[in-house]
């Protein structure tokens, strides 16, 4: 079975930094492509990050310039560092796994990838 475990979300005043991360299991993660993507309420889902099986990375519309994505195959884990945090990145964030590897660059509906954990919350203040 595929789970996803997000965790380090929290609160940060505009202008911190938070570091969040997701341990995947249930599947070959050195194999895995995976990402990062959020949903704040009221706003369609929105693409972060992926990172794929050997190392590539990419981001969503001028997400590079405060985040990055890392992945550690010993752990299972992909982490996305937020740095500079703006009060519009209160968002829901998901770790995702692009099974198929299609490689979206986009949500399809409410989701990114093929799985997807419970989501961390991360709220950033005035």
């Known amino acids: 079975e595929v789970q996803l475990v997000e965790s380090g979300g929290g609160e940060v005043q505009a202008g911190g930094s938070l570091r969040l991360s997701c341990r995947g299991s249930?599947?070959?993660?050195?194999?895995?492509?995976m990402g990062w993507y959020r949903q704040a309420p009221g706003k369609e889902c929105e693409f972060v990050s992926a990172i794929y099986d050997d190392g590539t990375k990419y981001y969503g519309d001028d997400m590079d310039v405060r985040f990055t994505i890392f992945r550690d195959n010993a752990k299972n884990t992909i982490d996305l560092q937020m740095d500079s945090l703006q009060v519009e990145d209160t968002a829901v964030y998901y770790c995702?796994?692009?099974?198929?590897?299609?490689?979206?660059?986009?949500?399809?509906?409410?989701?990114?990838?093929?799985?997807w954990g419970q989501g961390t919350q991360v709220t950033v203040s005035r």
């Open positions: 249930g599947f070959v993660f050195d194999d895995a492509d």
């Open positions: 995702a796994y692009d099974r198929e590897k299609h490689h979206p660059r986009y949500c399809a509906g409410d989701n990114w990838g093929d799985y």
